[in-house]
Nanobody, 124 residues
Framework: QVHLVESGGGLMQAGGSLRLSCVVLRGTSSSRSMGWFRQAPGKEREFVALITWSGGSAYYADSVKGRFAISRDNAKNTVYLQMNSLKPEDTAVYYC?????????????????WGQGTQVTVSS
């Protein structure tokens, strides 16, 4: 199993930036892609971004394109989500997840392991 730990969440005013980190403590070799998802109160968990360990191919939800950037450091077994130009609608708990799929998995069902989440709150 993959053990993931997220960090970097917090409170930020609209227009500000935050960088989330996800450290893979166990099971790095079993994952092909790493994804970020978010879940706002009363809403379903939704895809935000993903990146492949090999090649670093990245994909983004339309709602965050041009504002968020996902990256990875293979040597540190860490994935990052740089969030710029934050909006109040970005407020959610952000989760890091690992998938065996390498062809741009964007569905929750394609991810096998999940972190505990980190809260991001964006004020108006």
């Amino acid at each position: 199993q993959v053990h993931l730990v997220e960090s970097g969440g917090g409170l930020m005013q609209a227009g500000g930036s935050l960088r989330l980190s996800c450290v893979v403590l166990r099971g790095t070799s079993s994952s092909r892609s790493m994804g970020w998802f978010r879940q706002a109160p009363g809403k379903e968990r939704e895809f935000v971004a993903l990146i492949t360990w090999s090649g670093g191919s990245a994909y983004y939800a339309d709602s965050v394109k041009g504002r968020f950037a996902i990256s990875r450091d293979n040597a540190k077994n860490t994935v990052y989500l740089q969030m710029n130009s934050l909006k109040p609608e970005d407020t959610a708990v952000y989760y890091c997840a690992a998938s065996r799929a390498a062809a741009g998995p964007q569905s929750i069902s394609e991810y096998d392991s999940w972190g505990q989440g980190t809260q991001v709150t964006v004020s108006s």
